[in-house]
């Protein structure tokens, strides 16, 4: 039997909040406890359209209660939900962790951060004003570190951005003549299609689409199209080409030009993605989660720009010499001049194989500072 | 209770082998069964110096039968022994593993790849000849893919060779200003100093001495020298400094010059290695496993002439831009003449995090192609 403190119960919540996926959605952990301190549940969210992390440590509280006779004694009142963020008085695709805080009778609530939307901040209050002991924002340090990004996507009102880089382990896209289908495996470009299977926006350059011709769809592992798909964005200034295989892009209507930008400036591709109308996937009003997926120049602008909040790097076991470098045109001199990346521990750790590759998932080392 | 049939007891051999270290020693699996295919004990060789893995499979074995009386009824002559690699008719740092088996009482012995060497081979003919039922060379593919390059390194009468790579995301080892110190992490280089303390002997370049004037010593945790120190050996044609760190390396008797090859062919660089008188560390008569340490034209030269027989990664989560690269001067056009690798999933996997680094672990793709 566990018992724990405060800050040990807000630590395991960061913990299984880590197992869910970044994006539009923020990773959350929730942790309910009795009065001694004893874990009761614990909860987090899976991903768009599950259930919350605090309504997620509630449902696995009241399922225990149905079979254990012991926890059906404990009084709600007497218990204390812990919650990495300040829970949603908002209701989405699910309803607001308010009322199922509220439904629940629980008696105390801690919280690390406050929630920086407008549409689903609030709930500490509405909580208080029930009459539960609400503490909180209490600043825990993990709990920050899990949303840092997230947080700065939506105080600066732009999407989540993941980034994606396909290369030799010299760090090449292409070889020296062009040639780049494919250096990495099947298994890696099967979890880059899960990827873009979860994003509302898909952004690369006309030099990719020049010298790939990428469809930019969403595949599941038999190759048949996915039931969500995100919407394709190109930049840069060359023309799309009249066959190129985006031209048939699910998401556009028979007809449609893709959303083209002809510039090389993030922010501006971010403004036409803003007044895009879409419609957009999973059911949202707008992209909540951009994938930039290349070239070697787009790559560098937005992680230039410090708008990338998670890279994924599938990094195959080749050399490939005097090839394309994957990343092309960020400008650094020096060592202490380097751009760097810290592990990111969400979605099963910051490194594992992928067939013959290697995956590495990483987001800005210096997120936290610059908050 | 598992039941194995000869083949899946070698697959069994061949995963407690991968558990050990590659290097000067080949990785060695072995497994006992009794006659109905029962799983009697597992054995694997753990690194230069302790038991082989026959041994320790009969070590298994023995301390089993103290405390099973089931297993001490079973009598050793119905029992089979499965080897990855034949074992040894030899004496050297520990006795011949043809007595160990003769002396258990086993009654029939699978092997599945000969031992190419002129020392240590015809343990299989020494054990026919006292009575056992020999099988093998089997030909098992698992057991071959675990010593193919040892066997190759052996058959060529050379070292086995390790090579290291230490870089940035965007494969580089030092800034286009060429700093350098640190690029991986404390994590990276204590692993790397592992790897130096069981090599026999380390070869960098001229330019890395003259850049990054290394001490090539191997430390241990804690920076003091490790108890068994690697032989630097410099090639290259330009002078190595007066003043230079590895001048003052503890395997130089005083006075004594390092071993300097004016060339840049790997080929002239084994010939001198082979020459040297030494002494040698662990207790060895010569250099049998060998660590290429860099620069960027020293591992591409190595590399190119197929002379690396495993390779490790250690890539920091860092953007170098227009950095220094890594490896340089590989001739590769186009994909289809990438230098291709394998993971290698001996020490534990081919991949994991190393403080905030990762670490990849490589064999050559086309080892097995080019027996």
Redesign the interface.
């Known amino acids: 039997m566990e018992h724990l403190t405060d800050e040990a119960a807000m630590d395991l919540a960061v913990a299984a909040a880590l197992e869910g996926v970044r994006g539009a959605n923020p990773l959350v952990g929730a942790v309910l406890t009795a009065p001694d301190g004893q874990l009761l549940a614990v909860g987090r969210h899976r991903g768009a359209g599950t259930l919350h992390a605090e309504a997620d440590a509630l449902a696995a509280w009241a399922a225990l209660r149905e079979t254990d006779p012991q926890a059906a004694a404990v009084d709600p009142a007497a218990c204390t939900l812990h919650v990495t963020l300040e829970p949603c008085d908002h209701t989405g695709r699910t309803g607001p962790c308010t009322g199922a805080v509220r439904a629940a009778g629980i008696g105390r609530l801690v919280y690390a951060v406050a929630d920086p939307t407008g549409t689903s901040g609030g709930g500490a209050q509405t909580l208080r004003a029930a009459g539960l002991d609400v503490s909180g924002p209490t600043g825990h340090a993990g709990s920050l570190a899990l949303t840092d990004r997230w947080r700065r996507a939506r105080a600066a009102g732009r999407p989540f951005v993941t980034a994606h ?1 396909a290369q ?5 896209a ?4 062009g ?3 494919w ?1 990495t495996s099947p298994a890696s470009r099967a979890h880059a299609h899960a990827v873009r299977g979860r994003v509302d926006a898909i952004v690369v350059g006309t030099g990719t689409v020049l010298a790939d011709d990428p469809r930019l769809t969403a595949r599941d592992d038999d190759g048949s199209l996915a039931s969500v798909q995100p919407v394709p964005v190109v930049m840069g200034h060359r023309r799309i080409p009249a066959g190129a295989a985006l031209r048939g892009h699910p998401a556009l209507a028979a007809g449609e030009e893709p959303l083209h930008v002809r510039s090389h400036d993030p922010a501006e591709v971010l403004a036409a993605i803003a007044a895009h109308p879409g419609p957009w996937p999973h059911g949202r009003g707008g992209c909540e989660h951009l994938l930039i997926e290349g070239g070697p120049t787009v790559l560098a602008a937005w ?1 230039a720009a410090d708008l990338v909040d998670e890279l994924h ?1 599938y ?1 195959a ?7 394309l ?3 092309s ?15 990111d521990s969400a979605e099963g ?5 992928l067939g ?1 590759d ?1 995956w ?1 998932h ?1 987001r800005p ?1 210096t997120a936290a500072g610059k908050e």
């Open positions: 880089l030799s382990l010299d760090g090449c292409a070889a020296a003549d040639t780049s289908q250096i992680i790097v990094t076991p080749t050399f490939l010499g005097a090839g470098p994957a990343v045109g960020l400008a650094v001199d020096t060592l202490a001049h380097a751009v760097r990346w810290t592990p750790g910051p490194v594992r194989p013959p290697t590495t990483l080392a």
